[in-house]
């Protein structure tokens, strides 16, 4: 179906479609997670032993503020008021406050995506961005992948039908009440097991025969991989691409145990599917996490770079391929490493610190992809001006002032179009705009900080959405560390220092004009 949109709501579509695409950038990514996800964090996470009063108390006013300010939740969580305030450290799941907001949230989850197509339905100007974030966030917490949300959604788009958006929304939800699917994956080592590979001795395994007969039958036309037999794992997803997610994630428990042996057994880097016929990686490939300032500085060939660089990008490391629970811990690690010095109180404190840097670092990074979008829409004086300059910097202020001067401004691109909409707010009051995106992410990455106490403290390496919380926020790790490293090496500015100034700073921004560029993309210079 092809999904139309009235002229006061358009875009959703295009930007759900760019919040799922694997290669959009990090400052156009999603960056939090749905509300009914964090509502089922505060019903599953009040109720472990040793949970702090404070943890508690932030999980109930994120919730709170989650709620007031979605659409998708009918009465905005004001039935759910008096149960969310009773909940506190050493309460059960028999306790009379945690049943009635667990009956509230299955109802309102169950009600979710319809409540937001009757929203639609009536015609009212939308908040675009708002809404995009908001349902994709849904989506993907109920268990759908994001390149299997993107590949949906895609093809919704092209298919010869037609749908209003609400329509769509009404199928997304019947989708999403549909039961699990069973998958199953071949998963083939390339060391010989020392044991007996029979249905009593090793259930679930094949010898390397059977296992070139079971990909002939299953996935004749997959690639060939080297193997010395292998091992099935059979299990449930909403698609395809989250079923292999979740195959990640027993294959990196079992290698955990494969590995401890006289003679470790390897899996090797593929496994088949038997749905799809197809091969998929056994290691995690989704997480984004760029550093590209050594590079930009040219400093990739540098033998020696200061200390806390080198211990962060040491930590950060695993983010990208290792299991989500390894990933949480190495995220939060590097990101305490930079920020939190010796008269520090609290660790939490580098998620306000971290959350700064990015939000400046999103301003400048979306002026400069929007210069550069209109080097590619247009071909005029301004274009060619931009093309000439050497710096992004440079660039990116030289448009900005475009921006003030009230000239008209066309992208090719609809989701530009969408970013020129998102930006202008922010020229206008940057310290209020700054400000709200740093408290959005800060949010988040109290939520990290909070599920690498519960793995470090507690064990629990395999809770709720780990993998969704590391693909969301990895990006985010890896632009705030890039903008640490290149003030670093640029200015020689250490990262607690860089947090400080720029908070500072933050409280004497001006707004660009046609003349003037203002200071808000500085707030990061020395």
Known sequence: M????????????????????????WHRRLWRGG???????????????????????????????????????ADRGRATKAAIGAIKPGITTESYAWVNLREHVDRMEAAYLQTWAAEFDRGNSIDTEGAARRIAAHILDSGYHKNSLYSWLRAARNDARTATFAEFLTEAGERLHRPERA?????????????PITPEAAPG?????????????????????????????????????????RARSR?????????????????????WSKEKGDTFPTQSTNRTL?????????????????????????????????????????????????????????DVIAAQRFSLIIAASAARAEMT????????????????????????????KRFQMHLCSGAPTAMRAETDNLALERIRPLLREPQRGVTRIAEILTREFVRL??????????????????????????????????????????????????????????????????????????????
């Open 449 to 526: 900080y909070r599920k690498r106490n519960l793995i470090v403290h507690g064990g629990r390496t395999h809770s709720n959405n780990l993998h969704a919380i590391t693909e969301t926020m990895s990006p985010l790790i890896g632009a705030g560390i890039d903008r640490i490293v290149h003030v670093g090496l640029k200015y020689e500015i250490p990262p607690i220092q860089l947090a400080a100034t720029a908070e500072a700073k933050l409280h004497y921004l001006t707004p660009a004009t046609a003349d003037h560029p203002g200071n808000l993309l500085d707030l990061l210079e020395p």
């Open 2 to 25: 092809t999904i139309s949109e009235r002229p006061n709501q358009s875009g959703v579509t295009a930007r759900i479609l760019e919040l799922t695409s694997t290669p959009a950038t």
């Open 369 to 396: 992809a929007l210069a550069w979008a209109y080097c590619r829409s247009n071909d005029d004086a301004l274009a060619e001006e931009l093309r000439g300059m050497t710096q992004n910097i440079e660039r990116a």
């Open 290 to 346: 760029d550093v590209h300032a050594f590079e930009n500085l040219g400093r990739l060939q540098d033998l020696t770079v200061p200390a806390y660089i080198d211990s962060a990008l040491a930590l950060v490391q695993p983010v990208r391929t290792g299991a989500a629970h390894i990933a949480v811990m190495s995220g939060w690690s590097a990101i305490e490493s930079l920020l939190v010095g010796v008269a520090d109180d609290a």
């Open 183 to 195: 998958y199953t994956f071949c998963v083939p080592v390339t060391t010989a097991p020392r044991f």
């Open 205 to 245: 395994w094949i010898t390397a025969t059977n296992t070139v007969t079971w990909k002939q039958t299953y996935a004749p036309e997959a690639p060939p991989i080297r193997h010395q037999g292998a091992f099935l794992l059979s299990l449930t997803a909403k698609d395809i691409n989250s079923a292999a997610e």
């Open 35 to 73: 509300t009914i996800q964090i509502a089922r964090e505060l019903l599953e996470e009040s109720v472990l032993a040793g949970i702090p009063v404070a943890a508690v108390d932030d999980m109930k006013r994120y919730l709170g503020h989650a709620l007031s300010s979605d659409p998708g939740i």
């Open 251 to 271: 294959i990196a428990d079992l290698e955990n145990k494969f590995h401890f042996g006289h003679r470790p057994l390897r899996v090797a880097a593929q496994m």
